[in-house]
């Protein structure tokens, strides 16, 4: 019995839980998890501040224009007026300035002409014209930023504004990456007669890295019990183990064989999708582990469904599944099996700016190539009709 994507999903999202954290300096925290809400230590601006070049005055002083008024001292940004603003009185004020006692508006340099210690003004202003209250943007002791977020370059900026030079973020969680097998080696080195280039580890480990972990390669096992036991064993202290290859049901197939001889303690294996059957679950010791196939296309469609939610688990996110969306269907399709099938495919606009996707013709799971062509994933449920060009069909972005 093949076990449906969706329960797979919540078995794996269920071996983990958040994990402790750190603290890192502002400057070093873009893409990383906070753990904790963030509140402002200081209010901004921290008084009421002009918003443009000009004049500090009294609203109710030029309310009926042109009007000349007595300069009588600036306030730039970084300083101050100390004085107050009476009838008939105006301070010069820089962008930043702090508005002086007594004045309740700002008139803009272009709106206002100087000569000596007099100011003729040609436009009213309203009370509060340009001024940017206290606390505009924040007060000390307001959340900023909540737990759970996956920081931007703007929260940066925003933290570094509220005054805060550290920040508790989740741990990155360490992600062990095993390939296994005689046939495949690592790209540059010589190829033998019936040897093929390895991808999987560094396209996981790319994933790994883009999803917010650290990626820990392990190496190549060769399809004996020494070399997969000794080169598991690596993985010890990590937060999950991933392998790829070595997860069917070949006689050199010896993850499960091997591992089970030191404690593999097997949740689920084969699940009802297309590209990835041979998905296999469980735990050596305190480390979760998840077996994905060797074919590229599978452990990495695998990596996207699988994979990247478990590290936003561990990272307090909490939805990092794959926003499903749905498109118009760019061809016919034949009716589905049992199994959940993940078609790459193009992705264009229509005539009318709708999303078409059109799956390629052929849908090998060797084939890199086409995933990286690819827009998105077509989603169709097990035992689908038939699809026809313009129905409607469940996509995942790529």
């Known amino acids: 019995m093949l076990l449906p994507v969706e329960e797979a999903l919540e078995r794996v999202k269920a071996a983990f839980g958040p994990l402790p954290a750190e603290q890192v300096s502002v400057a070093e925290a873009l893409g990383r998890v906070l753990a904790d809400d963030v509140?402002?230590?200081?209010?901004?601006?921290?008084?009421?501040?002009?918003?443009?070049?000009?004049?500090?005055?009294?609203?109710?002083d030029v309310a009926e224009p042109p009007v000349v008024l007595r300069t009588i001292g600036e306030a730039p940004a970084g300083g101050a007026y100390e004085g107050t603003v009476g009838p008939g009185e105006a301070v010069r004020i820089f962008t930043g300035g702090?508005?002086?006692?007594?004045?309740?508006?700002?008139?803009?340099?272009e709106d206002a002409?100087?000569?000596?210690?007099?100011?003729?003004?040609?436009?009213?202003?309203?009370?509060?014209?340009?001024?940017?209250?206290?606390?505009?943007?924040?007060?000390?002791?307001?959340?900023?930023?909540?737990?759970?977020?996956?920081?931007?370059?703007?929260?940066?900026?925003?933290?570094?504004?509220?005054?805060?030079?550290?920040?508790?973020?989740?741990?990155?969680p360490r992600v062990a990456l095993l390939a296994t097998g005689d046939e495949i080696v690592r790209p540059?080195?010589?190829?033998g007669p019936h040897q093929i280039v390895s991808s999987n580890t560094l396209a996981l480990a790319a994933l790994v890295t883009e999803a917010g972990a650290t990626p820990i390669d392990l190496g190549i096992a060769r399809d004996n019990e020494d070399s997969l036991r000794r080169m598991a064993a690596a993985a010890a202290g990590a937060d999950l183990l991933v392998t790829s290859g070595g997860a069917s049901v070949g006689e050199r197939d010896l993850v499960q064989q091997v591992l089970g001889k030191v404690g593999l303690d097997l949740d689920f294996w084969r699940i009802a999708m297309r590209p990835g059957k041979p998905l296999m679950f469980g735990r050596i010791g305190a480390t979760p582990l998840l077996g994905v196939p060797g074919n590229p296309v599978s452990a990495l469609v695998c990596g996207l469904l699988f994979l990247r939610p478990a590290i936003g688990v561990m990272l307090g996110v909490e939805d990092e599944q794959p926003a499903a969306e749905t498109a118009v269907l760019g061809?016919?399709?034949?009716?589905?099996?049992?199994?959940?099938?993940y078609l790459r495919a193009r992705l264009e606009r229509g005539p009318e700016g709708e999303l078409v996707a059109i799956p390629f013709p052929r849908q090998d799971s060797s084939m890199l190539s086409t995933l990286v062509a690819a827009g998105c994933l077509v989603v169709r449920p097990p035992q689908a009709p038939p699809g026809k060009a313009g129905d409607r069909v469940e996509i995942i972005r790529l």
């Open 98 to 109: 702090p508005v002086p006692e007594g004045a309740d508006a700002i008139v803009i340099q």
């Open 331 to 341: 061809c016919d399709l034949d009716a589905n099996d049992r199994r959940q099938d």
């Open 39 to 60: 509140e402002a230590r200081v209010t901004q601006p921290p008084a009421a501040v002009s918003a443009m070049d000009g004049y500090a005055v009294r609203a109710a």
């Open 113 to 172: 002409e100087s000569q000596d210690d007099r100011v003729t003004v040609r436009v009213s202003a309203p009370e509060g014209n340009y001024i940017r209250p206290a606390g505009l943007d924040f007060s000390a002791g307001v959340v900023g930023l909540r737990a759970g977020r996956r920081l931007t370059a703007r929260d940066v900026g925003l933290a570094a504004a509220m005054n805060v030079p550290w920040l508790a973020v989740r741990r990155k």
């Open 188 to 191: 540059g080195d010589p190829l």
